[in-house]
């Protein structure tokens, strides 16, 4: 028989720094900074993106295309060849327009800034695969028939003068660029589907056989950048139904969506000058520049060989713009600190910071800083790393760092983080992906910084 009794008092649990001997201590250490391209960062955005801006902090221009595949519902069914008006002279069915239209939800820029666009078909031999990675820098143009020459050409500003100021304020509106295609575009998709409607029976069977999808880009102007939230192929048609006098109005809508691939291509110029710059450190997106920070590993645990990092705090500052205005580029919301060995499968295995080898920290208004609370867990690790590494490969700890270059770095990268709470309320992350916004930072730091970033670090130790 087993009796077991116990109070309330919780007044014993846990340590008490009197009666168990613990000691702590407080030193502070340099971190160095630098600049680092990105260059090429995985796309994993909803969003696609079209038009050139100029940072106008920086000078730098930032330009973006995008490539779009159409989804199709299953087994899409027009309605009978002989109830479809057929052109003059034939016996083939025709349709009355055809349009795209491409909805977005922001942008940056002047509302009446002119901007040239330019669509044309992607290639029939060369199609974006579901099952590829595509990068920012993927150079697009290879998916694309430029052979056949532009299908569209469109003059566009954000606010649309076409559409009354009561139209655009009505619930259902949404901002959007209207493109009119050849009507031929849309007589060809009808011929296929009456030839060979199992080409409609799937998203994956319409792009290779009939249509491979678009692509967007910037003929001329600068100052604008669209986030296109969803695409559209409109067909505008007329049939008769039986029994009636008059034709019937019909459309055939295909729509860019999560279902199918979309990818943006950004060109990101005039960026060595930035990156040469030592007397601070950039964050810039889309997929531009990043900092990396090496960790004072060794210098933490000089003298602590003993002890526990109870706590390791590092801030970064940001400078605020030089000419703030109002097409000054945005501030990330979120930045991640990951290894910098980590960072491409990180993205790549749609991780999310898991508090030991990769960090995200929100950007603080009130003290223009993004703070890492404590990284102690990160310093840890990359110091019992060291020290398993020497003991196995037979290395000086200057032969290790010789061969393991980035054994101490991170790269502080802007991302976008997705959470979710839970029926307890327990927050946790979701998605962790690389912001592709425009977005300009200048943070204190660098090889010639005047105001040097300090870590400040608490050790504890029993006696």
């Not at 500003?157 to 959007?176: A, F, H, I, K, P």
Request: aromatic letters at 12%; one cysteine or more.
């Amino acid at each position: 028989l087993h009796i077991v009794a116990c109070t309330e008092d919780t007044s014993e649990l846990g340590i008490s720094l009197d009666q168990d001997k613990i000691d702590n201590g407080y030193e502070s250490y340099e971190v160095t900074t630098k600049s680092s391209l990105l260059g090429s960062v995985l796309y994993t955005s909803p969003y696609s993106y079209v038009g050139n801006v100029i940072d106008p902090e920086t000078g730098s221009n930032i330009g973006a295309a995008f490539a779009a595949q159409f989804h199709t519902f299953e087994d899409y069914k027009f309605p009978d060849r002989e109830m479809l008006l057929q052109a003059t002279g034939t016996t083939q069915p025709e349709v009355d327009s055809v349009e795209v239209r491409l909805y977005f939800d922001s942008y940056y820029g002047d509302m009446n800034n002119p901007m040239k666009l330019e669509v044309f078909r992607l290639s029939s031999t060369k199609f974006l695969e579901e099952n590829v990675d595509y990068a920012t820098d993927t150079d697009l143009s290879e998916y694309v028939d430029f052979e056949s020459g532009p299908l569209a050409s469109k003059m566009f500003t954000v606010r649309d003068y076409n559409v009354s100021d009561n139209e655009m304020s009505e619930s259902g509106y949404n901002q959007n660029i209207r493109i009119c295609l050849p009507c031929e575009a849309g007589n060809r998709i009808l011929a296929d589907y009456y030839d060979n409607p199992s080409n409609f029976k799937d998203s994956y069977t319409f792009i290779r056989n009939v249509f491979p999808g678009l692509y967007f880009r910037i003929r001329s102007g600068s100052g604008t950048m669209v986030r296109v939230k969803v695409g559209t192929l409109n067909l505008y048609f007329r049939y008769m139904e039986e029994g009636e006098e008059e034709p019937s109005e019909g459309i055939c809508r295909f729509a860019a969506t999560p279902e199918v691939i979309q990818t943006t291509e950004f060109d990101n110029n005039d960026l060595s000058s930035l990156m040469s710059d030592n007397t601070c450190t950039y964050l810039k997106t889309p997929a531009g520049i990043c900092t990396e920070m090496t960790l004072p590993v060794d210098e933490v645990f000089a003298n602590h060989a003993n002890d526990s990092i109870s706590l390791a705090k590092v801030s970064l500052t940001r400078y605020n713009n030089v000419n703030e205005n109002d097409y000054s580029l945005g501030i990330p919301d979120y930045v991640l600190m990951v290894r910098k060995a980590d960072a491409t499968t990180f993205f790549k295995n749609r991780s999310v910071a898991n508090g030991q080898t990769s960090f995200t920290a929100s950007f603080s208004s009130a003290d223009n800083t993004y703070s890492f609370a404590n990284i102690g867990r990160l310093l840890t690790y990359c110091h019992y790393e060291k020290l398993k590494g020497m003991r196995e490969q037979g290395l000086t700890s200057e032969e290790w760092n010789s061969q393991h270059p980035d054994w101490n770095k991170v790269l502080i990268i802007p991302v976008d983080v997705s959470y979710t709470t839970d029926s307890y309320g327990n927050v946790s992350q979701v998605s962790v992906t690389h912001n592709l916004e425009l977005n300009s930072v200048r943070l204190v730091g660098g090889d010639n910084a005047r105001y040097p970033i300090k870590r400040q670090v608490i050790y504890s130790k029993f006696n």
